[in-house]
């Protein structure tokens, strides 16, 4: 599942599975025998109660929920520390069974328990994936298949408008002043530009204004990407999925996140291990990643930027340096870094954010945006909205909105 590396040399490697994964545990921490014992237990019972409201397609009354499955409500209002808090004493079990905090961007004392616990239990009962020929065979894949049944896809058409007319959505502008007239528009442009920039300031109600507003911006990225001329045997790169913390400190960890400083938390990912095409024979890929608050980076100044990157890039290798890949120096062939600017570029998303708004206790996926937009026939969609940020749930997300806009369509709301 993953490996994880601490400042004091602590090396440990966690296993996929259930049973594994609880195992694992429990041989680490024997002393905490039955309180992970519980958390698992527990992680199934919100699992049931998943599994429940999607065989409901979303319809069930909250007293049903509360009578049957009252762990969803429960862990949706606390944070992950104190969930674990319920669970476990020893410190060092706590950060190690919250190591995958940065998918969620937010570290256990500010992120809101039930998101982290769906993320592990999704991992544990059903694995994780990695798209044959990289995440753009996905999207291509999307592209096909949405063609297949008469999509068109449109490529580099940044939409500048939506048009309005009488109180509803009326059609799309171009930048390049190209209008599309439609009934509906499924936005998956951050909502916040969809509704500021994109339609007419009046149209937007205050509520809707005040529900993009108030959740804060959640991080952006920092990647190195390292082609290695040696195998990843010869490297010593032994997990696919390797964390490497320079504290046990998350809170800690995540300042470091505000500064243009060494990450103390970041992940190298070796996906030679899952996908041997990905680079020739004898060659490694590693992805070097940490998060970053887009703001940060907006205050760079251009003659700075560069320095500033490479500083940091060349900061990350010596992390890696001084903890998996001794001799990493030796074997680089080509390095290229992203950093929160380069994130902004391709996604446009405010900050470069690539979890979209974060999810703390006030923006679970209970109480997030949802899809309907902010005006008739406009619906919302992507990392924003509904379950967050990351691949799975803004697919699930996007179904939701389709959902949504099929059934206005079919009862003629316009
Ligand atoms: C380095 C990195 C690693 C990650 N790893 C993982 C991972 O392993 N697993 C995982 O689940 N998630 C991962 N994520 C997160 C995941 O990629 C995002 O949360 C997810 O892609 C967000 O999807 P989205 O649909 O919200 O929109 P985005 O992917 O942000 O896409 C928004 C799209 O809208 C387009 N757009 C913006 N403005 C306009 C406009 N005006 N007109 C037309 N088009 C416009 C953009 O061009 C873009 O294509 C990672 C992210 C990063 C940066």
Redesign the pocket.
Known sequence: FYRSIYPDGYDVTIPFGLEEYKEKFVELFPHEKKGIEEFMEMCQAVLAGIEYIASRGGKFSPQEILKEHPWLPRISGITLSDLFDKFFKDKKLIALISQLWG?VGLPPDQMNAYVYVAMIIFYLKWGAAFPEGR?HSFSHAMVQAFKELGGDVRYN????RILVENERVAGVE??NGDVYQCKAVIS???PI?TAMK?LPQDKVPEEYLRKIYAPEIGP??F?VYIGLNASYEELGLSAHETFINTTYDMNEAFETFRKLEPPKYMVA?CYNHIYEDISPPGTTQL?L?TLQMGKLWQNISADQYFKVKDRIADEMVSIVEKTICPNIRDYIEVAEA?TPLT?YR????IEGA???TTQDVTNGPMLRLKSRGAIPGLYQ????TNF???????IVG?RIAAGMYLKDKKEDRW
């Open positions: 998918y995440s058409a940044l939409v500048n171009l930048i998956n442009v951050n530009c994109m952006s990225g990647s990912a992805v990643t992203a994130y391709y996604s446009k998303n690539i979890y979209g969609v992507g990392a924003w967050g940020g990351g691949f799975s749930t803004t996007g």
